[in-house]
């Protein structure tokens, strides 16, 4: 191993450490916004930084140390050997082990040390097939327009580390997104805390064609379920420019680490009720709020920020639409889908009033790119069909970028409650290094043949002694139907 290689290495190990040790210390806060699926009834919050099951069995990985060291990258051909770890991380990893203390991940990270072998990719480099000696040159772009992918790992170091594992485990996809949230709780985290991004950035910064999407929150105590009143004026005193100041920190602080690239998904599922920086109590002052904060980060020298608004998909609390800022400060459309509410078909998530098709034909219309910063599974169970047709639409309609959710409930590696979707999800994404049409590299696992959609549920037939309740359109979407109440209860109870 070439003396640089070395340090750049032993730096690498020192960052994942300081990380490790900043997402711990972060993840012990009230409000830490990282949730797939925020702003729905129910939706489970984003996992602690915990160490997942197979995670935890990497003691052994200790023992591919003194491979690295020197003798065995002088000789590029032992290099492909390297992939060898694939038996060290099998199949999907368990859910995410909340049983294990979020201050765990600090003793695994030596293990996740194997990941170092992402070095070797310099002459391995899936984007340089046909002159494979020419892949000392990280100046030159690799020249070509296609959609990245990814998933949301885990919002710290492990999420980084978890990157390589989920590549391996899709037989060297390259996944050249990297996902995470910086947390909602106080105004000095939303700046970005330091020592929490910095393994994000040297993650982008090994390879030009990188991504690094970044959710970060409008308003502190985020998730604290501030009232509509409360959130109102909260949102006249951001338009009116009070809370300026903490973007401009957040955007020096990407700056000088080097991502001013760095894709922001500001102020994600604004149409729903979970987050105090939803649109709903006051949409006018939202807009002229998200418009002040992009002003202020885009007035930073050095930055090429791309401001992302993403709502959740189909009707919630108020029609995303009545929240959409503007052109001049969106670069691009995004959208929060997950397969739900229970019985609603893909057909019907396409369809439905500011669903699929409507967030395709609004970006069109305003010239945007579309991306789907957030979506997977959720309360249609185990649903194939639907994995197998949310990445056939983004085959067909091109986002910028995805990154599936990969935790229990919504995902395919990390979750093994999922295991014909996972198998869908590992069988159309193995070996994708080239545009999405492509044949996987790989040969493909086998999977089920297609079936035909699973048709939605039918309407429930209520009781003949039982007096439908009117709790309103919103309600019953997410319900899945009308309650009732019965008129013989009390004569029923004697």
């Known amino acids: 191993m070439a003396p640089q290689q070395r340090r750049a290495r ?25 949730g797939a699926g925020a702003g729905r009834v129910a939706d489970p919050p984003a996992p602690t930084p915990t160490v997942p099951t197979a995670a935890a069995t990497l003691p052994a990985p200790v023992a591919p140390e003194p491979a690295v060291p020197a003798p065995e990258p002088a000789v590029p051909a ?19 082990a909340a049983s294990v203390t979020p ?41 070509k327009s296609v959609p990245a992918f990814g998933a949301y790992l885990d919002y710290g170091a492990l999420g980084v580390a978890r990157i390589t594992e989920l590549s391996e485990w899709l037989d060297g996809a390259e996944l050249r997104v990297g996902h995470t949230y910086l947390p909602g709780d106080r105004w000095n985290n939303i700046e970005g805390p330091p020592g929490f991004l910095d393994v994000w950035a040297d993650w982008r910064l090994e390879k030009d064609d990188r991504m690094l999407v970044l959710n ?39 700056v000088a680490l080097k991502v001013p690239d760095t894709v922001i998904v500001l102020g994600w599922e604004m149409n729903g009720i979970t987050y105090t920086h939803r649109c709903g109590p006051d949409p006018e002052a939202w807009k002229k709020y998200w418009n002040r904060i992009v002003s202020t980060m885009r007035a930073v020298p050095g930055q090429k920020f791309r401001f992302d608004f993403t709502p959740t998909r ?25 397969d739900q509410p229970t019985g609603l078909s893909f057909d019907e998530q396409v369809k439905e009033p500011y ?35 949310m990445l056939a639409w983004m085959d067909e309609h091109r986002p910028l970028y995805n990154t599936v959710t990969d935790y229990c409930p919504h995902g395919v ?13 590992r069988s159309l994404l193995s070996g994708r290094t080239d545009e999405p049409g492509t044949a996987p590299t790989s040969p493909a696992p086998s999977v089920e043949p297609p079936v035909e959609p699973t048709p939605p549920a039918p309407t429930p037939v209520l009781p003949a002694d039982c007096t439908p309740l009117d709790l309103g359109d919103w309600v019953e979407y997410w319900l899945g139907g009308k309650l009732c109440f019965r008129l013989d209860w009390w004569s029923a109870g004697q």
């Open 10 to 34: 032993s730096r690498r190990l020192a960052v994942v450490a300081a990380a490790v040790a900043a997402s711990a210390a972060l993840a012990s806060g009230p409000g830490f916004a990282a």
């Open 78 to 96: 032992p290099e492909p050997a390297v992939p060898a770890p694939e038996p060290a991380f099998p199949a999907p990893s368990a859910t995410p």
């Open 103 to 143: 201050g765990a991940p600090v003793t695994p990270e030596a293990p996740v040390t194997p990941d170092a072998p992402v070095t070797p990719e310099a002459p391995v480099t899936p984007d340089a097939p046909v002159t494979p000696s020419e892949s000392p040159s990280p100046s030159a772009p690799p020249a």
């Open 216 to 254: 970060v929150p409008m308003m502190e105590r985020n998730e604290e379920g501030v009232s509509d009143d409360g959130v109102r004026e909260l949102l006249r005193q951001g338009a009116a420019g009070e809370f300026d100041h903490h973007f401009r920190a957040l955007a020096e602080r990407l």
């Open 314 to 338: 189909g009707k919630d609390a108020v029609p995303w639409t009545l929240c959409y800022p503007g052109d001049d400060t969106v670069d691009i459309i995004g959208m929060d889908s997950y």
């Open 355 to 389: 669903g699929l098709q409507a967030h395709v034909d609004f970006a069109k219309t305003h010239g945007k790119a579309i991306s789907y910063p957030e979506w997977g599974l959720f309360r249609n169970g185990d649903n194939p069909e639907y994995m197998r047709r």
């Open 413 to 425: 590696w990390q979750c093994r409650e999922n295991p014909q979707s996972s198998a869908v999800y």
